[in-house]
């Protein structure tokens, strides 16, 4: 065991210094963080953040990258951690960088040495640069599991999933003659397809280039590879543009700020038979976001206005979307967390709510910003926590996809990944662009179980 052992650490340093992904278990709850949302409440204040592991099997080399937001914190110091110590180790890299806001920890172990199902890789000490609030992530590490056959037989956790195909654009209005492209976040995945209406299956069209619609149509596609099981259905609709509305995947949308809830109108079905806002939304009909306005309206999650308009490419604010996010994933109401600029907000229970679940995150440990037009990666951070989804590890391929903020970059990624956002037919994402209401409700649904 021992010379295999020395025969894969070799293999393990070229794999890492090459940037090769090997056999790894995933990531799902396995790599997490303790605390993962820094509150400072004042510049110079140092808080300690231990890298945590559970429900590992026996495993002794890992890989791991976290991000953290380098405008609030720096890190001053990187520890072995309580389960590494004393452990006959190999670095193959340990860095961070506070200029661009990361830490890497590789390491393997030597000889007969393991690590147990639980414990702690390392300990970071982070000093905040500012009072506020940061939130640092882990991306999807390689952990590394050798048996006893040897570096060819490496252990994958059997529940693995492959991710739901992506469509780009997103659905929607759309110019006869465009080209849609699905994709897939997992390496080695088909994609099959059909634009009957029918369930896809291995059976089905496989994806193999740009699929052009001329008509309107709906696609429904999953992604299949051996060993794991079949992603969920994406499905997706098309319409032949003939309009000015905004397009698939969400457009920037005119229009001021929504007036928030409490004057919008209350829409309650007089005729059970009938679902809230399909006669009195009346601005909405034949929009590309219509159905997922329907559906959010039918949920309770979001109203129309007075007047019997819902103003679909009007923008929401930060405390609007908060607001729909709680209604739609019917969390509990909480208050263990209040901004300063929330007490006495129309939202301040949903907001609340939000941060007490750690949905949300302040500008500060004060300042939540509750009017403020949110931004689609704003959007994207917070629908990500929502719905709980697994970080995804795939580049993304939007025209734009580098301006996308660093601390959101994880969160946006896996918004794409799962068919939660789509970008633009200029394939262009927007990241910093201001969300619409018609873009918040499509977002809500896609993440939606």
């Not at 010379?3 to 709850?29: D, E, H, P």
């Not at 396995?30 to 300690?48: R, V, W």
């Not at 009909?285 to 979001?302: K, P, T, Y």
Request: glycine content about 10%.
């Amino acid at each position: 065991m021992t010379k295999i052992r020395a025969t894969f650490l070799v293999f393990l340093i070229l794999c890492t210094f090459a940037f090769i992904n090997i056999g790894v278990v995933s990531s799902t709850s396995y790599i997490t963080l303790d605390p993962s949302d820094l509150q400072f409440n004042a510049a110079g204040e140092e808080i300690k953040t231990r890298v945590v592991f559970s429900n590992i099997p026996d495993f002794y080399a890992f890989d791991i990258e976290i991000n953290f937001d380098p405008e609030t914190a720096e890190v001053i110091s990187l520890e072995e951690g309580s389960s590494i110590k004393g452990k006959n180790t190999f670095e193959v890299k340990e860095e961070f960088d506070n200029d661009k806001g990361f830490v890497r920890i590789a390491k393997s172990l030597l000889g007969d040495d393991v690590l147990p199902s639980e414990g702690e890789l390392a300990v970071i000490t982070f000093r905040a640069k500012a009072t506020g609030n940061s939130l640092i992530n882990v991306n999807s590490p390689d952990i590394v599991v050798l048996t006893e056959d040897g570096p060819d037989s490496f252990i994958k956790d059997p529940s693995g999933t492959v991710a739901k195909p992506v469509a780009n654009p997103a659905g929607g209005a759309v110019t006869s003659g465009s080209k849609v492209t699905l994709t897939t976040a997992t390496p080695g995945a088909d994609i099959y397809y059909t634009t009957d209406g029918s369930a896809p299956t291995e059976n089905s069209t496989k994806y193999t280039g740009p699929i052009t619609i001329n008509e309107a149509v709906t696609i429904k596609a999953i992604a299949v590879k051996a060993g794991m099981k079949d992603s969920g259905v994406l499905t997706v609709s098309f319409t032949i543009r003939t309009g000015t509305g905004s397009p698939g995947g969400g457009g920037g949308g005119g229009g001021g700020p929504s007036t928030p809830p409490t004057k919008e109108l209350e829409i309650t079905p007089d005729d059970p038979e009938k679902k809230p806002g399909f006669e009195i939304l009346k601005d909405i009909s034949g929009h590309w976001a219509e159905n997922n306005i329907q559906e959010m309206v039918a949920l309770g999650a979001i109203n129309g206005y007075p007047d019997g308009t819902f103003r679909p490419n009007n923008n929401i604010t930060r405390a609007e979307f908060a607001t729909v996010l709680v209604k739609a994933f019917q969390l509990e109401p909480q208050s263990s967390k209040v901004f300063k600029d929330t007490a006495g907000h129309w939202a301040q229970e949903t907001v609340s709510t939000a941060a007490s679940y750690g949905i949300v995150g302040g500008y500060s440990a004060d300042t939540f910003g509750p009017d403020d037009l949110i931004t689609r990666e704003q959007m994207a951070v917070m629908v990500v926590k929502a719905a709980e989804l697994i970080p995804a590890r795939v580049e993304l391929s939007f025209t734009d996809s580098s301006s996308i903020s660093e601390w959101a970059r994880e969160a946006m990624t896996t918004a794409v990944a799962s068919g939660i956002i789509g970008g633009y037919p200029d394939n262009t994402l927007r990241p910093q662009g201001n969300a619409t209401r018609a873009e918040a409700a499509t977002v809500i649904v896609n993440a939606l179980p």
